[in-house]
């Protein structure tokens, strides 16, 4: 449900269609051509109303019928979903904050690396402050260290270490070769816990 008392805030991924069906054609045109970008090849996306709330249907080309979206597979319509509240967040032209768990969970390396650069691009275009985790190595190297904030847990206490919080850290590493991924997964963190 989306809650318009002060701000905008995405309870369900239900609410979905009633977003896409808020947008202009030209939010609906970008939203297929992001879609498109990560490998999917659908021509249209279209809405049936109901009662309750609308259903959106994909068109996929070399497909006879559009697909309701509750049957899409769990990373397509994962996407679909957070492609349609980000255009729908850019058509408000207001800042906004997105908390994304395992961002990139149900889809394969090329499309969880392709809607990776996508979200972070877009979010930074936009002033959209994109909070999101994962565990996959390759999402990990789209993002700039520059906007990691990595999270170490010390007994009941958790810090962050961030570019601004320990600048010679990150420009250090820069100098290592090493990947982003290593930068979490080696030991290069655990000189700041001694």
């Given at each position: 449900m989306l809650n318009q008392q002060e701000y905008d805030l995405l309870t369900a991924v239900e609410d979905i269609p009633d977003l896409f069906r808020a947008l202009t054609p030209i939010d609906k045109e970008e939203i297929i051509a992001d879609f498109n970008s990560l490998g999917y090849n659908i021509t249209n996306i279209s809405l049936?109303?109901?009662?309750?709330?609308?259903?959106?249907?994909?068109?996929?080309?070399?497909?006879?019928?559009?697909?309701?979206?509750?049957?899409?597979?769990?990373?397509?319509?994962?996407?679909?979903?957070?492609?349609?509240?980000?255009?729908?967040?850019?058509?408000?032209?207001?800042?906004?904050?997105?908390?994304?768990?395992?961002?990139?969970?149900?889809?394969?390396?090329?499309?969880?690396?392709?809607?990776?650069?996508?979200?972070?691009?877009?979010?930074?275009?936009?002033n959209i402050q994109l909070i999101a985790t994962s565990n996959d190595n390759f999402l990990m190297e789209v993002v700039d260290l520059e906007y990691w904030n990595v999270l170490i847990r010390e007994g009941k206490k958790v810090r962050g270490v961030n570019a601004k919080s320990n600048p010679e850290l990150f420009e250090d590493f820069k100098f290592t070769g090493l990947s982003n991924f290593d930068f979490f997964s080696s030991n290069y963190l655990k000189t700041l816990q001694k």
């Open positions: 049936q109303k109901r009662e309750v709330s609308p259903i959106m249907f994909v068109k996929e080309e070399g497909v006879k019928k559009a697909i309701p979206h509750f049957a899409l597979s769990q990373g397509m319509f994962r996407s679909l979903a957070v492609i349609v509240y980000l255009q729908y967040l850019i058509s408000r032209k207001k800042p906004a904050t997105i908390v994304i768990d395992d961002l990139c969970e149900g889809l394969d390396y090329e499309r969880a690396t392709k809607l990776g650069k996508l979200l972070f691009n877009k979010a930074l275009k936009n």
